[in-house]
T-cell receptor, first 112, second 113 residues
Framework: GENVEQHPSTLSVQEGDSAVIKCTYS??????FPWYKQELGKRPQLIID?????GEKKDQRIAVTLNKTAKHFSLHITETQPEDSAVYFC???????????FGTGTRLQVFP | DAGVIQSPRHEVTEMGQEVTLRCKPI?????LFWYRQTMMRGLELLIY????????DSGMPEDRFSAKMPNASFSTLKIQPSEPRDSAVYFC???????????FGEGSRLTVL
């Protein structure tokens, strides 16, 4: 089955700096890679996703890149703000199934 | 739509007791997922349903765990008997289709003493 690894587990940045979170996956048949943001005590919510026929996708200050050959994908947040502080989870859909397998999460702290 | 609704939000029980967690998915969503979240293991998929039918329960940790979806608007996750290591936040999520966005409920925080 699919295995998703995520790094780093914690990340601290100064407001205005960029943050990068990286994930690797094991199932070469995976074709859907979403990112979820979970604020303290809240539910995870989708912030951006990418499918395997695309190498990069941007939405304002966030972007995701995908390298299918290397089986890794990354989340990039530019011009970070204190409200970006949260736990971010990457995920991969396993093969042709509907199973979404999550990484272990990255706790991002943005200091003013 | 009110979103995915879970109950109870918090449950404290003693080891050996039966625990039942409930979920009402978003109307019209064909998929329902149960995840467990812990600090050590993150978000683990326990089981998911498509059109009320269990598709994959390989993530259910033991026979003590069971899940049902008797109709399109209701699902339960039951733990019997509960153990302290079951303490976690249990999330229910629904999705409108394959590779669609997961809409999570607020979660049920379970503490087993």
């Amino acid at each position: 089955g699919e295995n998703v690894e995520q790094h780093p587990s914690t990340l601290s940045v100064q407001e205005g700096d960029s943050a990068v979170i990286k994930c690797t996956y094991s199932d070469s048949a995976s074709n859907y890679f979403p990112w979820y943001k979970q604020e303290l005590g809240k539910r995870p919510q989708l912030i951006i996703d990418i499918r395997s026929n695309v190498g990069e996708k941007k939405d304002q200050r966030i972007a995701v890149t995908l390298n299918k050959t290397a089986k890794h994908f990354s989340l990039h947040i530019t011009e970070t703000q204190p409200e970006d502080s949260a736990v971010y989870f990457c995920a991969a859909r396993e093969g042709d199934t509907d199973k979404l397998i999550f990484g272990t999460g990255t706790r991002l702290q943005v200091f003013p | 739509d009110a979103g995915v609704i879970q109950s109870p939000r918090h449950e404290v029980t003693e080891m050996g007791q039966e625990v039942t967690l409930r979920c009402k998915p978003i109307s019209g969503h064909d998929y329902l997922f149960w995840y467990r979240q812990t600090m050590m293991r993150g978000l683990e998929l326990l089981i998911y349903f498509n059109n009320n039918v269990p598709i994959d329960d390989s993530g259910m940790p033991e026979d003590r765990f069971s899940a049902k979806m008797p109709n399109a608007s209701f699902s339960t996750l039951k733990i019997q008997p509960s153990e302290p290591r079951d303490s976690a936040v249990y999330f229910c999520a629904s999705s409108p289709g394959m590779a669609g966005e997961l809409f999570f409920g607020e979660g049920s925080r379970l503490t087993v003493l």
